[in-house]
T-cell receptor
Framework: AQKITQTQPGMFVQEKEAVTLDCTYD???????LFWYKQPSSGEMIFLIYQGSYDEQNATEGRYSLNFQKARKSANLVISASQLGDSAMYFC???????????????FGKGTKLSVKP | GAGVSQSPRYKVAKRGQDVALRCDPISGHVSLFWYQQALGQGPEFLTY????????KSGLPSDRFFAERPEGSVSTLKIQRTQQEDSAVYLC??????????????FGDGTRLSIL
């Protein structure tokens, strides 16, 4: 069975500093995708970044980068130059891309609440 | 707008009532997912549609939950004889392609359901 573990219920970071949000995963699939979503207090889930299991380079999207360590089964999100608007819940999620696997629904972790201090 | 639209935004119902939650996905998106998010938790999968076909309903918690997408666009999640444990945020997501796609799922704002 697939599982996502986020061990940090809450994190604090000073504005303009970088922060790393941890995510480890468990799967027996050979092909899978890893996603990070941001959920502000208003409730919408905002897609941030994607990493495929066969991608050789770490994904980057603006201030977001994904530190992908396949052997360790970790996919940590790095946010550089934190802004007050980054305060939100952050969810790591995984999706099987295996032929014959699940229909591709996302498996989510429990999330990390990030608070950015001015 | 061009995003996923869910209605109502908030729904309060008495225990035992039936409720219907609507999702209007991004135009042209093949895949549609429903998730349930309890307070302080990550979303949990309920059911999946590829066009009008419901290909996976393994996450529906009981036979009181029913979902449909008759014309392959708008979807409705219906909960019959609601119970207090049904209180949660119900999220709908759509993505452009179907199986084995690396396309991200785009979420609506959710419907916050409260059962009294």
């Amino acid at each position: 069975a697939q599982k996502i573990t986020q061990t940090q219920p809450g994190m604090f970071v000073q504005e303009k500093e970088a922060v790393t949000l941890d995510c480890t995963y468990d799967t027996s699939d050979q092909s899978y995708g890893l996603f990070w979503y941001k959920q502000p207090s208003s409730g919408e889930m905002i897609f941030l970044i994607y990493q495929g299991s066969y991608d050789e380079q770490n994904a980057t999207e603006g201030r977001y980068s994904l530190n992908f360590q396949k052997a360790r089964k970790s996919a940590n999100l790095v946010i550089s130059a934190s802004q007050l608007g980054d305060s939100a819940m952050y969810f790591c999620a995984m999706r099987s891309l295996n032929y014959g696997g699940s229909q591709g629904n996302l498996i989510f972790g429990k999330g990390t609440k990030l608070s950015v201090k001015p | 707008g061009a995003g996923v639209s869910q209605s109502p935004r908030y729904k309060v119902a008495k225990r035992g009532q039936d409720v219907a939650l609507r999702c209007d996905p991004i135009s042209g998106h093949v895949s549609l997912f429903w998730y349930q998010q309890a307070l302080g938790q990550g979303p949990e999968f309920l059911t999946y549609f590829q066009n009008e076909a419901q290909l996976d309903k393994s996450g529906l918690p009981s036979d009181r939950f029913f979902a449909e997408r008759p014309e392959g666009s708008v979807s409705t999640l219906k909960i019959q004889r609601t119970q207090q444990e049904d209180s949660a945020v119900y999220l709908c997501a759509s993505s452009l392609r179907g199986l084995r796609s690396n396309q991200p799922q785009h979420f609506g704002d959710g419907t916050r359901l409260s059962i009294l």
